[in-house]
């Protein structure tokens, strides 16, 4: 028994469902507060340290920032997410769920640490979502603003080259929520990662066996190694006689020694 089946098996009454749901509301009530200029989105920033000088609800309020503030776009980025996060709650079961988001959570908070004068953002907690769900449903077809359609492997692509590019060339506060971004999805899907390596792997060697075979002559002159691939207009013939049975050109059919005779 795995560690998070003992986990589950012991604290599953604390698991919370419909927690994409949670998060979805929470984000447009803030938005809607902050459109009608009771706060601002300043006073949501996860900036550790801020945090340190007492504003403790900011560990909170920074999950509540929209990932966008257009109202088209966050429309459909709240869409999105609560498609991607219930699917994801449907293939786990609430527990599992709830400890992916809480890893990225709790990984975000850590890194943000690193660099205690710059704000966090909780994209990186949404992008880990983004990333298990087309992981697990690679065909899966979504349709940018409702009209173009797309395979979700296609947008985890550029996700995972746009997160390379923040870890290579991005500052130590992109590296390190890109790391705390993809450590939940390795923690959950590294086996599954290895397996299909490995997998692939085994098919490319099968592959190149049987192109190699396909390469190779039916028929080869045990005497001058000749084959229907150097000359397409030799004959071959096989003598029952040798041990094993031998091929030969007709040229060196006649008068040839029995290979294994006396």
């Not at 469902?17 to 447009?28: A, C, K, N, S």
């Not at 130590?172 to 899907?189: E, T």
């Amino acid at each position: 028994m795995s560690l998070l089946d003992k986990l589950e098996r012991r604290f599953r009454r604390f698991a919370i469902p419909q927690l994409t749901l949670y998060i979805v509301v929470g984000q447009v009530v803030f938005y809607g507060l902050v459109m009608a200029g009771v706060i601002e989105f300043e006073q949501m920033l996860l900036i550790p340290g801020i945090v340190l000088q007492g504003e403790v609800w900011r560990l909170i309020t920074f999950v509540l920032i929209p990932p966008v503030t257009e109202p088209i776009f966050v429309i459909f980025a709240w869409y999105l997410f609560y498609l991607m996060g219930t699917a994801l709650e449907k293939h786990w079961g609430v527990f599992r769920y709830n400890i992916y988001l809480l890893i990225a959570y709790l990984t975000t908070i850590a890194m943000s640490f690193f660099t205690p004068g710059l704000a966090a953002t909780n994209a990186f907690i949404g992008g880990s979502v983004f990333l298990a769900f087309a992981f697990l449903y690679p065909d899966f077809v979504l349709y940018l603003f409702f009209i173009l359609p797309i395979r979700i492997k296609w947008l985890a692509l550029v996700t995972w080259i746009g997160y390379f590019l923040s870890f290579v060339f991005g500052g130590w506060s992109g590296r390190l929520l890109v790391l705390a971004s993809i450590l939940n999805f390795l923690l959950f899907f590294g086996k599954d990662i290895i397996r299909k390596v490995k997998y692939g792997r085994r098919h490319m060697v099968r592959q190149a066996k049987e192109y190699s075979r396909r390469d190779e002559p039916l028929h080869r002159c045990v005497i001058c190694g000749a084959t229907e691939k150097t000359d397409r207009k030799l004959e071959f013939r096989y003598c029952g006689q040798c041990r094993p049975v031998a091929c030969y050109c007709m040229e060196h059919l006649k008068d040839h020694e029995h290979i294994g005779g006396e």
